[in-house]
């Protein structure tokens, strides 16, 4: 036996093991292609078909496949059930996606994705009595079968029997050479075309037969040697020879032909036997078989013709051909007959868009009736109000926040009257920004961007709302805080919110047309701010300079933190200094109770917060005047209650 095993097993490996919940099918055959040059017998191509559910995805689950393994083991064992040599692996030669579509017009379009893989090689084998058997196992069968108990741990046996010297070692064995994806309707007939190939002309026989189990505890290394005849678990009440039930059952002719009204929605594998006789010596031959999946989905659909009640042809042009919608629910192939009310019909084979084109102005009642002639049929009505040429727009004289914004309908209706409109003027959180005027106008607080809307409704029921950005410009000029400086001190005016400055009077100004003039003067005076932008928005803001002799502070000796509005903070009024170093007050008992250099805000005679006592308070004050001097005052204040 050693010099048999010359068989081409050189690719000889320890396969991996692993889990796979999506093989539903497939079957192994062999064909002789000739003489063999290396042991006293034939040389043939093994061929194994393996079908997965295509759609099936594993997700995170450890060790599971979602696709074809590749390379697979074979095993080859002779009559006595001993294996000839270890596993042969064999590879993916080819994949093939399987689809298939329901295609009636009085069904829900129901599709089915599955791919097929072929995995074949060669192998020399010396004729012997008994012949071989050539097999593939595998767990496990695809998730959810209907027909299969626990399917997702039911493994599958696939197996050829190459005949022995006392039949015909050159054979070719008959298989299926047809790898559809099968899917009907429940409570529908279904036909399906099963019959096999032989390339010898051998007479078949089919029949419908078990599924075999195999492949256990998910273990490409648990093998079975032949004969094969442990089954799948069936769900009661199918089995090999009734696989999906219904009226009337499943059967397969003497040529091939399924038939069968299966009852029950799900999936199931159904198998066939295919046996060979010489058709000359009428001798048995073999026996093959072959799993497939077929696919029962529940078809039910309710057909329902359905297009808008109204349809308004509101276009700008006068254009009278109008845009038809199709909402019906339909079957897969369903037609669409429509009529227009104009005379005209016509029929259409799926829900897209189209134009009809009428001939004139005018109110027409169109009717659309779903598969005409079948009995899932459905119709409705709707009204066609053709009155195009309606042109919605609007203008607006605006630039500069500061003045109002003036708006106007430029709207026209070539075939109607416009009846209604509202306008919307794009302020956030103002409900009082609307109008129904033909030319409102409105004024808007500050500057930015507005989205405004014009609704319009006319007398042939068109609704249009159309929109435009308006941008509004504005300037913030700001001429500077009101300033007290020392006589004859020089002051440097520092204008802001805009592109282009004018100052007035030119008083004591080095130039009235810059952003910051200096100032020199001896004597009160009010300066006005022009600001201008490039858009040409302007506004204007003003600032008091006052004179003082000094440089000096002052500093009151008294106030009054009632809330009245007079005297509440206690603050000193530097005039001609550059620079303060501290301004410091103390109670009587020598504890800090405020110390900030900010003149403008001062002391609000709160101590933490809390209201302090009427009483007389230490203040120190340090700065640096004009000149580089350093001053330093002390004093008290009363705080007055």
Same mark, same amino acid.
């Given at each position: 036996?050693? *010099?048999?095993?010359?068989?081409?097993?050189?690719?000889? %490996?320890?396969?991996? %093991?692993?889990?796979?919940?999506?093989?539903?099918?497939?079957?192994?055959?062999?064909?002789?292609?000739?003489? !063999?040059?290396?042991?006293?017998?034939y040389?043939? #191509?093994?061929? /194994? *078909?393996?079908?997965?559910?295509?759609?099936?995805?594993?997700g995170?689950r $450890?060790?599971?496949l979602?696709i074809?393994?590749n390379?697979?083991?074979?095993?080859?064992?002779?009559?006595?059930g001993?294996r000839?040599?270890?596993?042969? /692996?064999f590879?993916?030669?080819?994949?093939?996606?399987?689809?298939?579509?329901? #295609?009636?017009p009085?069904?829900? +379009?129901?599709?089915?994705?599955?791919?097929?893989a072929?995995y074949?090689?060669?192998?020399?084998?010396?004729?012997?009595?008994?012949?071989?058997?050539?097999a593939?196992?595998?767990?496990?069968?695809g998730?959810?079968?209907?027909? %299969?108990?626990?399917s997702?741990?039911?493994? !599958?046996?696939?197996? &050829?029997?190459?005949?022995?010297?006392?039949?015909?070692?050159?054979?070719?064995?008959?298989?299926?050479?047809?790898d559809?994806?099968?899917?009907?309707?429940?409570?529908?007939?279904?036909r399906?075309?099963?019959?096999?190939?032989?390339?010898?002309?051998?007479?078949?026989?089919?029949?419908?037969?078990?599924a075999?189990a195999g492949?256990?505890?998910?273990?490409n290394?648990?093998?079975?040697?032949?004969?094969?005849?442990?089954?799948? @678990?069936?769900?009661?009440p199918?089995?090999?020879?009734?696989?999906?039930?219904g009226? +009337?059952?499943l059967?397969?002719s @003497?040529?091939?032909?399924?038939?069968?009204?299966?009852?029950?929605?799900?999936k199931?594998?159904? &198998?066939?036997?295919?046996?060979?006789?010489d058709?000359?010596? #009428?001798?048995?031959?073999?026996?093959?078989s072959?799993d497939?999946?077929?696919?029962?989905?529940?078809?039910?659909?309710?057909?329902r013709?359905?297009?808008?009640?109204?349809?308004?042809?509101?276009?700008?042009?006068?254009?009278?051909a109008?845009?038809?919608?199709?909402?019906?629910n339909?079957?897969?192939?369903?037609?669409?007959?429509w009529?227009f009310?104009?005379?005209?019909?016509t029929?259409?084979?799926?829900?897209?868009i189209?134009y009809?084109?009428y001939?004139?102005?005018?109110?027409? #009642?169109?009717r659309?009736?779903?598969?005409?002639g079948?009995?899932?049929?459905?119709s409705?009505?709707?009204?066609?109000?053709?009155?195009p040429?309606?042109?919605?727009g609007?203008t607006?004289?605006?630039?500069?926040?500061e003045?109002?914004?003036?708006?106007?309908?430029?709207?026209?209706? $070539?075939?109607?009257? %416009?009846?209604?409109?509202?306008w919307?003027?794009?302020?956030?959180?103002?409900?009082?920004?609307?109008?129904?005027e033909?030319s409102p106008?409105y004024?808007? !607080?500050?500057g930015?961007?507005?989205?405004?809307?014009?609704?319009?409704?006319?007398d042939?029921?068109?609704?249009r709302v159309?929109?435009?950005?308006?941008?509004?410009?504005e300037?913030?000029?700001?001429?500077?805080?009101?300033?007290?400086?020392? *006589?004859?001190?020089?002051?440097?005016?520092?204008?802001?919110?805009?592109?282009?400055?004018?100052?007035?009077?030119?008083?004591g100004l !080095? @130039?009235?047309?810059?952003?910051?003039?200096?100032? @020199?003067?001896?004597?009160?005076?009010?300066?006005?701010?022009?600001v201008?932008?490039?858009?040409g928005?302007?506004?204007?803001?003003?600032?008091?300079?006052?004179?003082?002799a000094? +440089?000096?502070?002052y500093?009151?000796?008294?106030?009054? +933190?009632?809330?009245?509005?007079?005297?509440?903070?206690?603050?000193?009024?530097?005039?001609?200094f550059?620079?303060?170093?501290?301004?410091?007050?103390?109670n009587?008992?020598?504890?800090?109770?405020?110390?900030?250099?900010?003149?403008r805000m001062?002391?609000?005679g709160n101590?933490?917060?809390?209201?302090? *006592?009427?009483d007389t308070?230490?203040?120190?004050?340090e700065?640096?005047?004009?000149?580089?001097?350093?001053?330093?005052r002390?004093?008290?204040?009363?705080l007055l209650?």
């Amino acid at each position: 036996m050693s *010099k048999f095993l010359q068989l081409v097993l050189c690719c000889m %490996i320890i396969h991996s %093991i692993a889990a796979a919940y999506h093989i539903i099918g497939g079957e192994i055959y062999y064909q002789t292609v000739g003489i !063999s040059d290396r042991v006293a017998g034939y040389k043939y #191509k093994i061929t /194994l *078909k393996l079908y997965r559910d295509g759609d099936f995805v594993c997700g995170t689950r $450890q060790g599971c496949l979602d696709i074809f393994e590749n390379p697979v083991p074979i095993n080859i064992f002779n009559a006595a059930g001993t294996r000839v040599g270890p596993q042969i /692996l064999f590879y993916i030669q080819e994949t093939r996606p399987l689809r298939d579509t329901l #295609k009636n017009p009085c069904l829900a +379009p129901q599709s089915i994705y599955l791919e097929v893989a072929f995995y074949s090689d060669t192998v020399h084998l010396p004729a012997i009595p008994g012949g071989y058997y050539i097999a593939y196992q595998r767990c496990c069968r695809g998730e959810s079968l209907t027909n %299969i108990h626990d399917s997702e741990r039911e493994g !599958s046996t696939f197996y &050829t029997v190459i005949p022995g010297t006392e039949g015909r070692p050159n054979n070719n064995c008959a298989f299926f050479d047809k790898d559809e994806a099968v899917v009907i309707c429940a409570g529908l007939p279904l036909r399906y075309d099963y019959s096999a190939y032989d390339g010898d002309g051998d007479s078949l026989v089919y029949g419908l037969c078990n599924a075999l189990a195999g492949g256990a505890v998910r273990n490409n290394e648990t093998i079975t040697a032949p004969p094969y005849s442990t089954t799948v @678990s069936y769900v009661s009440p199918y089995s090999g020879l009734e696989p999906m039930g219904g009226s +009337p059952k499943l059967s397969i002719s @003497s040529t091939g032909l399924i038939t069968g009204t299966p009852d029950r929605a799900g999936k199931f594998v159904v &198998t066939v036997c295919v046996t060979e006789f010489d058709r000359r010596t #009428k001798a048995y031959i073999g026996t093959h078989s072959k799993d497939i999946l077929i696919t029962v989905y529940n078809c039910n659909t309710t057909i329902r013709a359905l297009v808008p009640s109204v349809l308004n042809n509101c276009i700008d042009e006068p254009e009278l051909a109008i845009a038809i919608p199709n909402n019906s629910n339909a079957g897969f192939t369903s037609t669409y007959h429509w009529y227009f009310g104009d005379g005209t019909d016509t029929i259409t084979y799926n829900r897209d868009i189209f134009y009809h084109a009428y001939a004139d102005t005018g109110s027409y #009642k169109i009717r659309l009736v779903v598969n005409r002639g079948l009995p899932c049929t459905d119709s409705t009505t709707g009204v066609v109000n053709n009155f195009p040429g309606f042109k919605a727009g609007f203008t607006a004289d605006a630039l500069c926040r500061e003045d109002p914004v003036y708006f106007q309908d430029t709207s026209s209706y $070539q075939y109607g009257t %416009i009846v209604s409109r509202k306008w919307d003027f794009g302020v956030d959180k103002i409900e009082t920004d609307v109008s129904n005027e033909v030319s409102p106008s409105y004024h808007y !607080s500050k500057g930015g961007v507005y989205t405004v809307n014009l609704h319009l409704q006319s007398d042939r029921g068109c609704d249009r709302v159309v929109t435009q950005n308006i941008p509004l410009y504005e300037v913030n000029p700001f001429a500077g805080n009101d300033t007290i400086i020392a *006589k004859g001190q020089l002051f440097t005016l520092q204008g802001s919110g805009g592109d282009k400055f004018t100052w007035w009077p030119s008083d004591g100004l !080095s @130039s009235p047309n810059v952003r910051d003039p200096q100032v @020199s003067g001896n004597e009160d005076i009010t300066y006005v701010l022009r600001v201008d932008n490039v858009q040409g928005c302007f506004g204007y803001d003003t600032i008091n300079v006052k004179y003082y002799a000094g +440089p000096e502070l002052y500093i009151p000796n008294a106030f009054s +933190p009632n809330g009245d509005g007079q005297n509440d903070r206690f603050r000193f009024i530097p005039v001609g200094f550059q620079q303060y170093n501290f301004f410091r007050i103390f109670n009587r008992w020598g504890e800090l109770v405020y110390n900030s250099i900010d003149f403008r805000m001062g002391w609000d005679g709160n101590i933490n917060g809390r209201p302090s *006592k009427p009483d007389t308070y230490l203040w120190i004050l340090e700065g640096i005047d004009l000149y580089g001097n350093k001053i330093l005052r002390k004093g008290t204040v009363t705080l007055l209650r």
